[in-house]
């Protein structure tokens, strides 16, 4: 069956300092993955998505940045955290078939102070 | 460009209340809708979907039909437990590749004893 992790969990981090969340799948090869953001008190909002190694699609302009070095690895990462970055960063995979169907990890909770 | 709109929460019921949640869409094509479930601490995880007009997806007691003529997918529950307190997200999917789910801000249900 498939899995996603991503750590750390949780994290509490500095303004100005780097960033790096990673995000893993098992038990499928060449996943769509996705990273969103989930802001206290509001939605969720698509950050970034990719269909294929090395392919990055950038949803909204932001400090962040995201990289798929291998096919089931995405990653986040940020070079100097702002206080608004703070957030519930969730990653997800989906089998690229027309359902529409995504499958998320167990969420990164990040505070910067 | 595609929308989802919730009923803003926070939601408070006893047990065995009914329950509605409303959500209304704008997609250009035929998009799936969704509807996800994030219990305390957790990531999200599919509750049901409906991928074309008047489906009615269902799981655990929850339903929802997709109304094209209203672009309406609410979320019922006949009887509510204090185990659905949890919340709830409308999405959509566009049709392309990308498969990229769009949310509604989500709701905060919250069922007393």
């Given at each position: 069956?498939?899995?996603?992790?991503?750590?750390?969990?949780?994290?509490?981090?500095?303004?100005?300092?780097?960033?790096?969340?990673?995000?893993?799948?098992?038990?499928?090869?060449?996943?769509?993955?996705?990273?969103y953001r989930q802001a206290a008190g509001r939605g969720l909002q698509l950050l970034f998505y990719s269909v294929g190694i090395g392919q990055i699609s950038s949803e909204v302009p932001q400090n962040l940045s995201a990289s798929r070095p291998q096919d089931r690895q995405f990653i986040l990462s940020s070079k100097k955290l702002l206080l608004s970055d703070s957030g519930f960063y969730l990653c997800a995979w989906g089998a690229g078939e027309n359902t529409g169907e995504l499958f998320f990890g167990e969420g990164s909770r990040l505070t910067v102070l | 460009g595609n929308s989802v709109t919730q009923m803003e929460g926070p939601v408070t019921l006893s047990e065995e209340a009914f329950l509605t949640i409303n959500c209304t869409y704008t997609a250009t094509g035929y998009p799936s809708l969704f509807w996800y479930v994030?219990?305390?601490?957790e990531g999200l995880q599919l509750l049901l979907k409906a991928t074309k007009a008047?489906?009615?997806?269902?799981?655990?007691?929850?339903?929802?039909?997709?109304?094209?003529?209203?672009?309406?997918?609410?979320?019922?529950?006949?009887?509510?437990?204090?185990?659905d307190s949890a919340v709830y997200f409308c999405a959509l999917s566009d049709s392309t590749g990308a498969q990229k789910l769009v949310f509604g801000q989500g709701t905060r249900l919250t069922i007393n004893p």
């Open positions: 069956s498939q899995t996603i992790h991503q750590w750390p969990a949780t994290l509490v981090q500095p303004v100005g300092s780097p960033l790096s969340l990673e995000c893993t799948v098992e038990g499928t090869s060449n996943p769509n993955l996705y990273w | 994030q219990y305390p601490g008047d489906d009615k997806g269902s799981n655990k007691g929850f339903e929802a039909t997709y109304r094209k003529e209203t672009t309406s997918f609410h979320l019922e529950k006949g009887s509510v437990q204090v185990s």
